[in-house]
């Protein structure tokens, strides 16, 4: 105990424990006390310290090193020598009391000595010195004193540190947590961090302060504001000439052309003279400017209609959304005195907003003057002060067919059709040679025109939408030209179909059907023995057992169960955790960032380092704060079923956190995610091989899982993750499931939620799943794979998929699925589920396929059409039905492309069916499988085109 002067301690009785200063080993002056009364008995000396404030400490430790005499070492003493001492405290707001009472300190310990010297140690300097620490908890009061009784030693008090414990100021994922002096228990407690300067909240940062004054278990963070970047735990400016547009992104980056930043800390950079930003452009994006003139101007006159056409401006601006606008005046004599045409011409496809270099104007007079300015606009010319620029077209219309053809109804209408007459003009300019009829539904005339020609009075249009009104026009065309079009009518279809009952073609149409049923049950036949014999699959009976096998009460029941035991078989749950689950210090596990959220709490990525192992990455679900004593056995369930597996293809268990909060169960890290997901986003990016191989895995995992008679009731591409080699494992063995986001997705009955569309039909009518119903998931698993990660039977409700399934309908298969696969699935799919193979043969049904890849050459869609079967792809609609571009895409699911399309001036029929996959990429369908479906689609639109020819044109 170093000091300038006296301690102050206060000794009782004064003859007692006395303060001497000495030289420690370094000749430094060091203040002790000591006392060694031991030639008399009944020693009662004691030693108590100054006021010690506690400083908002909780727990307090006491380090005391000590000195003390072997009592056989001392000639002629009596037999009550001591060789230990006592320790004391008393708690209280004083700091200034002169005396306390014996019977008021409360005892900490009795301290003895490891090491006693002796006087022969003395002479050789040799002091065995002591150390000795103790603890004082759940402190409450301002400060305290400590007190050394001694009972007859030989002893000298050397050093005495009290002190407390806390986590000191740290900066983690731009957080500070402040300095926190710890509790003093086992538990962590949660610290909230605060932002360091020029950063906000992404998550809510925090860490758990432990009781040995280490930081643990960080989770969330805070990001860096617009205009700074992280560095060395500080958020710093942009330099000039860089910028952050946003927190989200990580580093500032260089201004993009065209623009420039002259200040620190930019969110975003200026454009330069004549360059500008329209307000959707992302930030990165180069500064453009309005583009030049449309080029080579081209008409084409038709009597009293004009085709007019024309290049791309020579510069775009630097942009690709140029769009042109189409401005005309009508000049009679005088060319000077020019007025604006008014709304009675008809542009196809419309006059503003055009994004094809091309348009066919109608209604216009006869032998009339006309000029067309066409101009070029892109997402920034409003934003320029410059005139827009523009070229003109002179040109003048010549005589055409005279008189307009008015539209009577005839008496026939139904859901889907109207049936029109009409009389020819009174006065014709030459010979008619046929009639158009132009209709569009109410309210969208500049959306979608349909043009149909005949050479009849009278003509029936169907396909159209029940209970719409539609406007009809019609004109002649004579060997004169085109005259002009008729006045409009409208005509609303029925709700309901108008045909009569007995109407002498439903016969026929009986016949047809059920003659179309009979083929397409052979042709399921025929490819059923094709794919068996040709590629070596027999299917075997369901094992009987396996029937009787189901989840009663959340018990599995199965004769001669061999390994998997139920968590609910235990009495106490938390016994399952600890025989199935390792356990694991909260200190090896560093979590770096959430990647999702589970029905329990949040999911993370992190670190796990175990000693004497490598790190690893791992995913940490963590219980969220507030649970229940159920909640928390229903989390830690999962863990107590994966710790049961070893298997290359099912999810790994690394271990649990239970001792600690937040309880956390550690899995491996699966870096792809979910498959579902992970398909999508690759659409049309592997070879079939591949696919197969991934479904082999799958496969392999579930016979593990069945054979340990394990029954998963959840198989779905969602819940299988892919790592970074592409390998697949079967997860989600939780007992309590959210199984969808959608509540259209689970049909609740008693009992709890099925995920209908995965589930085999005897386990939705009747809870009734085994290993059988298992199959059937898998090939609505194989479905998925072999489609991309499409949603099975697509936007049909839980209702219409199970009716449809009784009544035996199954999914199609997907495009380029090869038939053997195809047939596969419609195995797992039998009604009967002792028809149903089992996992072990799926396995090697695959493994064959892969030795032998000349199984997967025939595709299921390309059979069909040899055996002269129609196994149309619900997404690929009849032909006949389609009228307009928009619903073409919506029947085969992909309306997301309805803008490009509209964009790049794909406005009819009649343009889209010479697109090729060039055109496709050049648009923005640059999916591979996106691609194969429309070009797919395209062939039968064609097909039925060619077949219509001349009768039925669609525009």
């Not at 449309?294 to 004009?306: G, K």
């Not at 009663?552 to 390994?563: A, I, N, Y």
């Not at 070879?687 to 069945?706: C, D």
Request: charged fraction near 25%.
């Amino acid at each position: 105990m170093s000091a300038p002067g006296d301690l102050g301690w206060v000794a009782y009785p004064p003859e007692g424990w006395e303060e001497i200063s000495v030289m420690d080993e370094r000749n430094t002056p060091m203040r002790t006390y000591q006392v060694c009364n031991v030639m008399e008995a009944y020693q009662n000396n004691w030693l108590r310290t100054s006021w010690i404030p506690r400083d908002g400490a909780h727990r307090i430790y006491i380090e005391i090193k000590f000195t003390l005499r072997d009592c056989n070492s001392l000639p002629g003493v009596p037999g009550t020598c001591k060789e230990t001492f006592n320790i004391y405290y008393y708690e209280s707001n004083n700091n200034n009391l002169w005396y306390i009472k014996e019977s008021q300190y409360i005892k900490i310990d009795t301290i003895a000595a490891d090491e006693s010297f002796t006087q022969v140690d003395v002479g050789d300097r040799v002091m065995k010195l002591n150390t000795e620490v103790r603890d004082i908890g759940s402190l409450t009061k301002k400060g305290f004193y400590l007190a050394f009784q001694d009972v007859g030693a030989c002893i000298a008090l050397v050093s005495v540190r009290v002190y407390y414990k806390k986590c000191p100021l740290t900066i983690r994922n731009l957080a500070e947590f402040p300095d926190r002096v710890t509790e003093g228990d086992s538990s962590l407690v949660e610290v909230r961090g605060s932002c360091v300067n020029n950063s906000e909240e992404y998550d809510v940062p925090k860490m758990h302060c432990s009781a040995d004054g280490g930081w643990l278990v960080p989770i969330g963070r805070c990001v860096c504001k617009p205009g700074y970047e992280e560095k060395r735990d500080a958020c710093q400016p942009c330099r000039p000439g860089f910028y952050k547009a946003s927190s989200m992104d990580a580093y500032c980056m260089k201004c993009p052309p065209h623009s420039y930043s002259h200040q620190e800390s930019s969110s975003q950079c200026t454009c330069e003279k004549s360059y500008f930003r329209a307000e959707t452009d992302p930030r990165a994006m180069p500064c453009t400017r309005p583009p030049t003139a449309p080029e080579n101007p081209i008409s084409t006159t038709n009597e009293t209609s004009i085709t007019l056409e024309w290049s791309p401006p020579r510069d775009s601006g630097g942009r690709n959304d140029i769009m042109y606008n189409i401005r005309c005046k009508r000049c009679v004599g005088d060319p000077r005195k020019c007025s604006l045409c008014g709304n009675g011409l008809h542009f196809i496809p419309h006059q503003f907003g055009l994004t094809y270099t091309k348009v066919l104007v109608t209604n216009l007079l006869p032998h009339t003057n006309y000029t067309f300015d066409l101009e070029a606009l892109n997402g920034v010319s409003e934003l320029s002060p410059s005139p827009k620029q523009y070229v003109s077209i002179n040109v003048t219309t010549s005589q055409a067919a005279e008189a307009a053809v008015n539209v009577m109804l005839k008496e026939r209408k139904s859901k889907d059709s109207i049936t029109l007459a009409w009389q020819g003009p009174d006065h014709a300019n030459g010979v008619i040679v046929e009639y158009e009829v132009i209709y569009y539904e109410k309210n969208q005339k500049d959306q979608n025109y349909t043009v149909l020609k005949t050479k009849s009075n009278s003509m029936t249009v169907d396909g159209l939408k029940p209970g719409t009104i539609y406007v009809f026009r019609v004109r002649a065309h004579t060997s004169g030209g085109h005259g002009t079009y008729g006045g409009e009518i409208e005509l609303e279809t029925s709700q309901e179909d108008m045909l009569a009952i007995g109407d002498p073609n439903q016969p026929t149409i009986m016949a047809v059907s059920v003659a179309g049923g009979i083929v397409l049950l052979i042709f399921l036949v025929t490819c059923f023995v094709v794919s068996g014999r040709h590629c070596g699959y027999i299917k075997a009976k369901q094992d009987p057992d396996e029937e009787k096998m189901q989840f009663h009460h959340g018990q599995v029941r199965l004769p001669g169960s061999r390994t998997y035991v139920h968590p609910h078989t235990y009495e106490d749950p938390n016994q399952a955790v600890r025989d199935f689950a390792k356990e694991i210090d909260a200190s090896c596990i560093r979590i770096e960032r959430v990647i999702g959220a589970g029905e329990f709490g949040e999911v993370c990525s992190g670190r796990l380092k175990l000693p004497g192992k490598r790190e690893i990455y791992v995913a940490i679900k963590s219980l969220k704060a507030g649970y229940s004593e159920k909640q928390r056995r229903d989390f830690l369930s999962e863990a107590s079923i994966m710790g049961q597996f070893d298997n290359p293809n099912i999810i790994r268990l690394e271990g649990v956190v239970t001792k600690c909060k937040p309880v956390m169960i550690i899995t491996e890290y699966m870096e792809n995610g979910s498959l579902d997901s992970f398909l999508r986003k690759r659409d049309g990016q592997f070879t079939v091989i591949q696919l197969v191989g991934m479904l082999r895995g799958i496969a392999s995992g579930m016979k593990y899982l069945s054979d340990m008679n394990y029954i998963h009731r959840d198989l779905a591409a969602r819940n299988i993750l892919v790592n970074s080699n592409f390998v697949c494992k079967v997860s989600d063995f939780g007992l309590s499931r959210v199984l969808e986001d959608d509540p259209e997705a689970a049909y609740t009955t008693r009992g709890g939620k099925i995920p209908i569309r995965w589930t085999a039909p005897e386990a939705i009518a009747y809870r009734k799943f085994t290993s059988a119903s298992d199959v059937w998931s898998y090939g609505i698993v194989m479905w998925e794979v072999m489609s991309y990660g499409e949603r099975p039977y697509w936007e049909m409700s839980n209702q219409d998929v199970i009716k449809a399934i009784d009544e035996g309908y199954r999914l199609p298969a997907p495009m380029d699925c090869p038939a053997v696969l195809h047939q596969l699935m419609l195995d797992c799919w039998q009604k009967a589920r002792g028809d149903r193979p089992k996992f072990g043969q799926i396995v090697n049904i695959l493994d064959k396929l892969i030795r032998n890849p000349s199984c997967l050459k025939t595709l299921a869609n390309d059979a069909a059409c040899r055996s002269g079967n129609s196994l149309q792809d619900p997404c690929t609609p009849d032909s006949s039905a389609i009228t307009t571009v928009d619903e073409w895409l919506d029947g085969i699911k992909m309306g997301q492309y309805k803008e490009n399309f509209a964009s790049a001036g794909y406005a009819t029929l009649d343009t889209v069916v010479y697109i090729n996959s060039s055109d496709l990429c050049r648009i923005g369908v640059t999916l591979v499988g996106h691609q194969k479906r429309i070009l797919w689609s395209i062939q039968n639109l064609h097909t039925m085109a060619s077949q219509m020819h001349g009768t039925h044109i669609q525009v």
